[in-house]
C-alpha cells in the first residue's frame, strides 16, 4: 500500500516549451502532495504545497507563475514547469500524505528526471 | 528556519562492518524524524520513521534513534552489505506537514 507514481520518469525538452508531470497517489486519497526538487548532489529542496481543490502553497524563491501546479482531485496532482530552461533542468520529486491518522508519513513517487535544451 | 545537518558527507566501509550515520538538526519542534534511502537517480525508499514521542525505531538490521532534545538522530546499520550501497537522507517533519532534508551521507560498503 501507499503507492506514488510519476509521470514521466524522464523528459527532454527544448528551451521556452512547457512541461507537464503527473504525481498520483495509487491506493490512497491524498489531502496534501508536495513538490520538491533535487538538483546534482543536493537534497530535496520544498518547492510547494498542494491541497486538493485550493491553490497551492509556494516556498520561498520559487516562481508560482513558473510552477503551475493543480492539485485537481485526492489522487492526482500536477506540476508544468512553463517556459522551461535549461536552468530548470533537475529532479523533480512529489510525495503524498494520507491525512488520516496522528502522524504524517509522506509517501514518494520516484521522480520525474527534466533536461531542457 | 529548520537546518538539517548529515554527517558525514561520505562514507566508505568493508562488509560487514556495522556504521552509524548522523543527523542534527536546529529546531527541536519537530513533529517526526524519518531516514531515507535514494539509490543514484533514483527516488526516496522510506527506512524508519520515528514519531517525535518516540526514541527509536527498528527494522531489520537498521535502527534509528532520536534524541530531540539535542536535535540529533542516528542510524545505526549492523553487518553492512554491499547492496547497502546508496546515499542515506535524514528529513525532519515540522508544522503543516513539512520535511526538511540533510545534504544526505553517501555510503558505499565494498566487499
Known amino acids: 500500500g501507499a503507492v506514488v507514481s510519476q509521470h514521466p520518469s524522464w523528459v527532454i525538452c527544448k528551451s521556452g516549451t512547457s512541461v507537464k508531470i503527473e504525481c498520483r497517489s495509487l491506493d490512497f486519497q491524498a489531502t496534501t502532495m508536495f513538490w520538491y526538487r533535487q538538483f546534482p548532489k543536493q537534497s530535496l529542496m520544498l518547492m510547494a504545497t498542494?491541497?486538493?481543490?485550493?491553490?497551492?502553497?509556494?516556498e520561498q524563491g520559487v516562481e508560482k507563475d513558473k510552477f503551475l501546479i493543480n492539485h485537481a482531485s485526492l489522487t492526482l496532482s500536477t506540476l508544468t514547469v512553463t517556459s522551461a530552461h535549461p536552468e530548470d533542468s533537475s529532479f523533480y520529486i512529489c510525495s503524498a500524505e494520507p491525512g488520516t491518522g496522528a502522524y504524517n508519513e509522506q509517501f514518494f513517487g520516484p521522480g520525474t528526471r527534466l533536461t531542457v535544451l | 528556519k529548520q537546518e538539517v545537518t548529515q554527517i558525514p558527507a561520505a562514507l566508505s566501509v568493508p562488509e560487514g562492518e556495522n556504521l552509524v550515520l548522523n543527523c542534527s538538526f536546529t529546531?527541536?519542534?519537530?513533529?517526526?524524524l524519518q531516514w531515507f534511502r535514494q539509490d543514484p537517480g533514483k527516488g526516496l525508499t522510506s527506512l524508519l520513521l520515528i514519531q517525535s514521542s518516540q526514541r527509536e525505531q527498528t527494522s531489520g538490521r537498521l535502527n534509528a534513534s532520536l534524541d530531540k532534545s539535542s536535535g540529533r538522530s542516528t542510524l545505526y546499520i549492523a553487518a553492512s552489505q554491499p547492496g547497502d550501497s546508496a546515499t542515506y537522507l535524514c528529513a525532519v517533519g515540522g508544522s503543516n506537514y513539512k520535511l526538511t532534508f540533510g545534504k544526505g551521507t553517501l555510503l558505499t560498503v565494498n566487499p
Open positions: 529546531d527541536s519542534a519537530i513533529y517526526n
Open positions: 498542494s491541497n486538493e481543490g485550493s491553490k497551492a502553497t509556494y
